[in-house]
Antibody, heavy 113, light 112 residues
Framework: EVQLVESGGGLVQPGGSLRLSCAAS????????MSWIRQAPGKGLEWVAH????????WYVDSVKGRFTISRDNARNSLHLEMNSLSVEDTALYYC??????WGQGTQVIVSS | DVVLTQSPLSLSVTLGQTASISCRST???????????LGWFHQRPGQSPRRLIY???NRDSGVPDRFSGSGSGTDFTLIITRVEAEDVGVYYC?????????FGQGTKLEIK
C-alpha cells in the first residue's frame, strides 16, 4: 500500500523558515514526478513545487521562487520542501503528492506573529 | 498562467440523479504527443483530495464508473451519474500541460 506521510509543519513568525518532509512507503519516490501542493484555509488548491523523477529538474510557482526549495533524499525515500522568508500568505495545509495521483494527509503551516 | 474556470461553483443534487461540472481552459491542454493533460479531483470535507480522472477521461483505480470525464481542447466536463451521499464535497479540475499546473476554483456538491 502506498503511503505518503508529511511532517515538519508548525507555527512560525513572518520571515522565518520551515522544512517540510514527506516519508514514502510502498513506492520509490525517485521513479515519480513529486510535488508539493498547498491549500490555504477555506481556499482551493495551489501547486507549489514540482520535482522530476530521477533527475533534479524543478519547477516553482512564481510566488515561492527564490524562497522555497524542493528536494528528494533517495536513500531515505523522502521528499522535502525548504521554506524560507515565510509570509502570512504561505499559511496553508501542505500536501505531498506523486504529481496528483497519490496524496498524503498534509502538514499545517501557520505563519503569524 | 492557464486559468481554469469551473461552472457551476455549487451544485445541489437529489440522490440518484446526475451532476455535471464544466471546466474551461484559457489555453489548449494538448501536449506534443497528442494527449490532453486535464484531470479531476474530489475532496471530501476534512480529507485530502483524491484524483478521479486523468487525461480527460481515464478513471483512476477504484473510481466507480458513475464518474466519467469528457471534452477536448479547452472544454471539459465531469459527469456523476446516480449521485450517492459519499459524493459530497468539492470537485476540482486541474491542468498539467503548462507550468505552473493550475486548478479550477472548485465546485461544491451537496445533496438536496
Amino acid at each position: 500500500e502506498v503511503q505518503l506521510v508529511e511532517s515538519g509543519g508548525g507555527l512560525v513568525q513572518p520571515g522565518g523558515s520551515l522544512r517540510l518532509s514527506c516519508a514514502a512507503s510502498g513506492l520509490t519516490l525517485s521513479n515519480y514526478w513529486m510535488s508539493w501542493i498547498r491549500q490555504a484555509p477555506g481556499k482551493g488548491l495551489e501547486w507549489v513545487a514540482h520535482l522530476q523523477p530521477e533527475g533534479s529538474g524543478t519547477w516553482y510557482v512564481d510566488s515561492v521562487k527564490g524562497r522555497f526549495t524542493i528536494s528528494r533524499d533517495n536513500a531515505r525515500n523522502s521528499l522535502h520542501l525548504e521554506m524560507n522568508s515565510l509570509s502570512v500568505e504561505d499559511t496553508a495545509l501542505y500536501y505531498c503528492t506523486t504529481g496528483g495521483a497519490q496524496w498524503g494527509q498534509g502538514t499545517q503551516v501557520i505563519v503569524s506573529s | 498562467d492557464v486559468v481554469l474556470t469551473q461552472s457551476p461553483l455549487s451544485l445541489s443534487v437529489t440522490l440518484g440523479q446526475t451532476a455535471s461540472i464544466s471546466c474551461r481552459s484559457t489555453q489548449s491542454l494538448v501536449n506534443s504527443g497528442g494527449n490532453t493533460q486535464l484531470g479531476w479531483f474530489h475532496q471530501r470535507p476534512g480529507q485530502s483530495p483524491r484524483r478521479l480522472i486523468y487525461q480527460v477521461s481515464n478513471r483512476d483505480s477504484g473510481v466507480p464508473d458513475r464518474f466519467s470525464g469528457s471534452g477536448s481542447g479547452t472544454d471539459f466536463t465531469l459527469i456523476i451519474t446516480r449521485v450517492e451521499a459519499e459524493d459530497v464535497g468539492v470537485y476540482y479540475c486541474m491542468q498539467y500541460r503548462h507550468w505552473p499546473h493550475t486548478f479550477g476554483q472548485g465546485t461544491k456538491l451537496e445533496i438536496k
